[in-house]
């Protein structure tokens, strides 16, 4: 019997160190893909700011060698595209980049209500029970939902913010992967909180 209980909690510990492995992996690729674009939007805020430097110089040159009423326009003229670049670099809209994830571990978790197709059943039977929570009356799958709403989300999503993240993917800001791999990394955790409990039940079978 012993012997079997053994068998059967590495089984569980396999099954979850492979969602957890699929879920480290994810992550990477979200924030490889964030990095990325931020570092492109960092180069394009830096090329904005040297951009409104220069109009400003130049305007305040013309200025200074032209007439009262060219001076005016040229004043008016070069502070607003100034005014213009340095509004780009306080809220840009950023790039975008490709990214797609058809098997998407966000997605099952999102719309609890749906039948799972993306865990093995005994992880998905975890998720789904109460006992592994912190006080023991929501599933984790609601715990792990209302977390994602309360922080990632400031508590609502809108639709093509949710079909972007829960779907099977599509054109990314930076901002939307990094969301991504928050809520990803959110979720390895509980998984790998569910590991932990059975390699505390492990020990407890090894010493009967």
């Avoid at 008016?76 to 840009?92: F, H, K, Q, R, Y």
């Avoid at 993306?118 to 998905?124: A, C, T």
């Avoid at 901002?175 to 039940?201: K, V």
Wanted: aromatic content about 8%.
């Amino acid at each position: 019997m012993k012997q079997k209980i053994g068998s059967r909690i590495a089984l569980a510990q396999s099954q979850l160190t492979a969602v957890a492995a699929e879920l480290d992996c994810e992550g990477e690729r979200s924030d490889m893909a964030a990095d990325y674009l931020d570092g492109l939007n960092s180069k394009r805020n830096r090329q904005l700011t040297v951009g409104s430097v220069i109009v400003g110089a130049l305007t305040t040159v013309a200025g200074a060698v032209t007439k009262n009423s060219t001076q005016t326009i040229i004043g008016i003229s070069g502070g607003l595209v100034s005014a213009g670049l340095g509004a780009m670099t306080i809220n840009p809209k950023g790039k975008k980049v490709e990214f797609y994830h058809e098997h998407n571990l966000l997605r099952a978790i999102w719309r609890e209500g749906e039948k799972n197709s993306d865990y093995p059943d005994f992880v998905w039977k975890m998720l789904n029970e109460k006992e592994f929570s912190t006080n023991g009356n929501v599933t984790l799958i609601k715990s792990i939902k209302s977390r994602w709403l309360q922080f990632e989300f400031n508590g609502g999503v809108d639709v093509d913010e949710e079909k972007l993240l829960f779907g099977n993917g599509g054109f990314y800001r930076s901002e939307d992967l990094h969301t991504r791999s928050a809520m990803i990394n959110q979720l390895q955790s509980t998984i790998r909180s569910i590991h932990q409990d059975f390699i505390s039940l492990m020990s407890l079978v090894d010493s009967i």
